[in-house]
């Protein structure tokens, strides 16, 4: 089988030949380095797509400190691309250092994004709750005007909650966007 993996960041679809009918063997796995494919993209959405058959993806992200691993992350499928989209149990903690929803709009026309957030009392403002996307790129939605809580959102498009908490001196990255599907 063989899949094509389209990745897009702030600057538009970043095309690579060598994400084009990536082979996978039966039974087995293919593992591509998003650097290799993207470099530079500070807020990718890597969506993967089967010429024939189905494939489950993910995006893995590994951090080191010198040679020695500091933590590894894997983050599966999100559902495709949908006029709406609902996001239950998104959580934001008091330690958040900006926590964001990640919208990307794989065709060509601009996308306009209209974000609602739930808690267990209702509908809760947002500062930006509207937010316009150029076609195949990707914009980060901040939501540090949500108060610590659980929330649900809708989103014409894609998304992902993204949210870094700090640890120490070290930011760590809770949720790493991502559209493997």
């Known amino acids: 089988m063989t899949v094509d993996i389209s990745v897009y960041g702030v600057d538009g679809l970043a095309s690579s030949t060598s994400s084009q009918g990536v082979v996978?063997?039966?039974?087995?796995?293919?593992?591509v380095l998003l650097d290799a494919i993207a470099p530079g993209q500070s807020s990718p959405v890597v969506r993967v797509q089967a010429t024939s058959g189905e494939i489950?993806?993910?995006?893995?992200?590994?951090?080191?400190?010198?040679?020695?691993?500091?933590g590894l992350e894997t983050l599966g499928s999100?559902?495709?691309?949908?006029?709406?989209?609902?996001?239950?149990?998104?959580?934001?903690?008091?330690?958040?250092?900006?926590a964001s929803l990640r919208v990307a709009v794989?065709?060509?026309?601009?996308?306009?994004?209209t974000v609602s957030a739930f808690s267990a009392d209702g509908q809760v403002e947002l500062q930006q709750d509207v937010t316009v996307v150029e076609g195949e790129h990707v914009e980060d939605?901040?939501?540090?005007?949500?108060?610590?809580?659980?929330y649900s959102s809708r989103s014409p498009a894609m998304c992902r909650p993204w949210q870094q908490r700090k640890c120490g001196l070290r930011q760590?990255?809770?949720t790493r966007p991502g559209w493997p599907g």
């Open 24 to 31: 996978v063997p039966g039974n087995d796995r293919a593992i």
């Open 56 to 70: 489950a993806a993910y995006l893995g992200d590994r951090w080191m400190d010198g040679t020695t691993g500091a």
């Open 78 to 98: 999100a559902p495709e691309p949908a006029l709406e989209q609902l996001i239950p149990g998104v959580v934001i903690r008091e330690d958040a250092a900006g």
């Open 106 to 113: 794989p065709g060509a026309d601009s996308g306009i994004v």
């Open 141 to 150: 939605i901040s939501l540090a005007d949500l108060p610590s809580g659980t």
């Open 172 to 174: 760590v990255k809770t």
